[in-house]
């Protein structure tokens, strides 16, 4: 697996650097402020995990880093680099930063096998052999190489979501993205998606993750953030954040959340 994109070849020169970096980031929906002055640095190899109530801004924030939300104003950067406005250069990025998404946004009409090999063909140029060959070892990977030749309504829920970070894997992504991606699981289905994310933060991928799932905060996050009204409110490692919450907003939601 040798195939090296040109962002590959020019980030060589800045990969001492946080691999993501968000300064003064601000969005509104209209009236509603979402992102309030977001300052956030990545490092490689770390896993950021995003906590907070409902309407606080999490997967916006999350969404703003390959783009599929705009910003009013401030700055992000991938890897050293700004992030493109549109075309190509987006495109190129959107394959650099891998998505899993809370619904599996799988190609309904594609197998299991096509939906993970399509991406590599079109966007990173990889030979089909060859993208067909990292598919299979792909979802071997995360539990489903059996599927490969079922199209996604013949599989589970949970198998689905597995089909999908296979499918963000293939790309070779230098960061990977989850905003809730086990939020629409049936709960028996939610462990064997969480063991395929710890699997990925344990071989070092960076992640940021945002999730209910206080479990795999504790366990795979580097960091916690904790967010509210579209600010982030407090940062901590997991031990301390769950231990000893510093802000009144945190020991709130934690007192609702964990004694439930």
Do not use: W
């Not at 650097?17 to 977001?38: C, E, R, T």
């Not at 309504?153 to 894997?169: D, E, K, P, T, Y």
């Not at 982030?232 to 964990?258: C, H, Y």
């Amino acid at each position: 697996m040798t195939e090296e994109t040109v962002s590959d070849t020019a980030s060589d020169a800045v990969a001492t650097g946080p691999l993501v970096s968000l300064k003064g980031v601000d969005k509104h929906y209209g009236a509603l402020h979402v992102l309030q002055d977001i300052n956030l640095e990545i490092a490689r190899g770390e896993v950021v995990v995003l906590i907070g109530p409902s309407g606080s801004g999490k997967s916006t924030l999350c969404r703003t880093i390959n783009r599929l939300e705009t910003i009013d104003s401030g700055s992000i950067a991938i890897d050293g680099r700004p992030l493109p406005a549109e075309g190509k250069e987006l495109a190129r990025l959107r394959a650099d930063v891998g998505m899993v998404f809370q619904s599996f946004n799988l190609f309904a009409h594609k197998t299991v096998l096509e939906n993970v090999v399509l991406a590599q063909v079109k966007v990173r140029k990889v030979p089909r052999a060859q993208a067909e060959a990292t598919a299979r070892e792909l979802l071997e990977r995360v539990g489903v190489g059996a599927q490969a030749d079922k199209y996604p309504a013949q599989l589970s829920g949970g198998q689905q979501q597995r089909v999908a970070i296979a499918r963000a894997l293939a790309m070779k992504p230098k960061v990977m993205l989850f905003d809730e991606p086990t939020s629409a699981l049936d709960p028996e289905m939610v462990n064997e998606v969480l063991e395929v994310m710890r699997s990925l933060a344990a071989e070092g991928m960076t992640m940021v993750v945002v999730t209910h799932e206080m479990g795999f905060a504790r366990s795979a996050a580097n960091r916690v953030l904790f967010m509210a009204d579209g600010r982030i409110v407090e940062e901590n490692t997991p031990d301390a954040f769950f231990t000893a919450p510093r802000s009144d907003r945190a020991k709130d939601f934690l007192s609702k959340i964990l004694t439930h």
